[in-house]
């Protein structure tokens, strides 16, 4: 009975789709190719046209301009701020340090890239010590280093917060405090947040 039952239903569900209107729906692949698909009798078919290419993602056409003044010779923004040049001269910068995001360089700047994934279970200390040194040797030669990663969202403020840390002797309160004053989009992943905890107690423990 189970069984025929089953039957039933299935075959009143064979009809009731027979009957259903045709759905058109416009795809994106992930190569950026966008055609439109029809669901009839059942079936997906492909129309014919000429695919259109648009890119796979969403596009900002609004680039982050904004350079945050953290220190005297110390400036984060997002990767945006390093394809301007006369943005660059502008604010004095003399250095970029890239976090993970390599860009085009340009004549008149000294740059550095230090290998840094935004995954929360990165370890911050493989990229903090190498920005420090090369903040060190920006401030020795009395320059000014551009600090970013893609977005300058969590890898340059991670980076930043732990240098307010470690040599402006603040908490990790204070320097997050501090420098969301300055660039409010900051947000450090919640792994890097742990870890930077982490680093305030590790130098206390040091003194």
């Given at each position: 009975?189970?069984?025929?039952?089953?039957?039933?239903?299935?075959?009143?569900?064979?009809?009731?789709?027979?009957h259903l209107?045709?759905c058109q729906?416009?795809?994106?692949?992930?190569?950026?190719?966008?055609?439109?698909?029809?669901?009839?009798?059942?079936?997906?078919?492909?129309?014919?046209?000429?695919?259109?290419?648009?890119?796979?993602?969403v596009v900002?056409?609004n680039?982050?301009?904004?350079?945050?003044?953290?220190l005297?010779?110390?400036?984060?923004?997002s990767?945006?701020?390093?394809?301007?040049?006369?943005?660059?001269?502008?604010?004095?910068?003399?250095?970029?340090l890239?976090?993970?995001v390599?860009?085009?360089?340009?004549?008149?700047?000294?740059?550095?890239?230090?290998?840094?994934?935004?995954?929360?279970?990165?370890d911050?200390?493989?990229?903090?010590?190498?920005?420090?040194?090369?903040?060190?040797?920006v401030?020795?030669?009395?320059?000014?280093?551009?600090?970013?990663?893609?977005?300058?969202i969590?890898r340059?403020?991670?980076v930043v917060?732990a240098?307010?840390?470690?040599e402006?002797g603040?908490?990790?309160?204070?320097?997050?405090?501090?420098?969301?004053e300055r660039r409010?989009?900051i947000?450090?992943?919640?792994?890097?947040?742990?870890?930077?905890k982490?680093y305030?107690?590790?130098?206390?423990?040091?003194?």
């Amino acid at each position: 009975m189970f069984i025929n039952l089953a039957m039933s239903f299935l075959s009143s569900l064979i009809q009731k789709k027979q009957h259903l209107r045709p759905c058109q729906t416009t795809v994106t692949s992930p190569d950026g190719r966008v055609h439109k698909e029809i669901i009839k009798d059942g079936k997906c078919v492909h129309l014919p046209q000429t695919d259109s290419l648009a890119p796979g993602y969403v596009v900002d056409t609004n680039p982050d301009l904004k350079v945050a003044l953290v220190l005297p010779g110390l400036c984060c923004g997002s990767q945006d701020v390093v394809q301007d040049v006369n943005l660059l001269h502008n604010y004095g910068i003399t250095h970029i340090l890239s976090l993970g995001v390599r860009v085009e360089q340009f004549d008149g700047f000294e740059y550095k890239f230090v290998e840094a994934l935004d995954l929360p279970d990165t370890d911050i200390v493989s990229f903090l010590e190498p920005s420090f040194e090369f903040f060190k040797k920006v401030k020795d030669s009395n320059g000014c280093v551009f600090i970013h990663c893609n977005a300058g969202i969590s890898r340059s403020a991670t980076v930043v917060i732990a240098y307010l840390i470690k040599e402006c002797g603040m908490t990790f309160t204070e320097a997050f405090a501090y420098l969301k004053e300055r660039r409010e989009a900051i947000r450090p992943n919640d792994g890097f947040i742990k870890q930077l905890k982490q680093y305030e107690n590790s130098l206390k423990t040091t003194l």
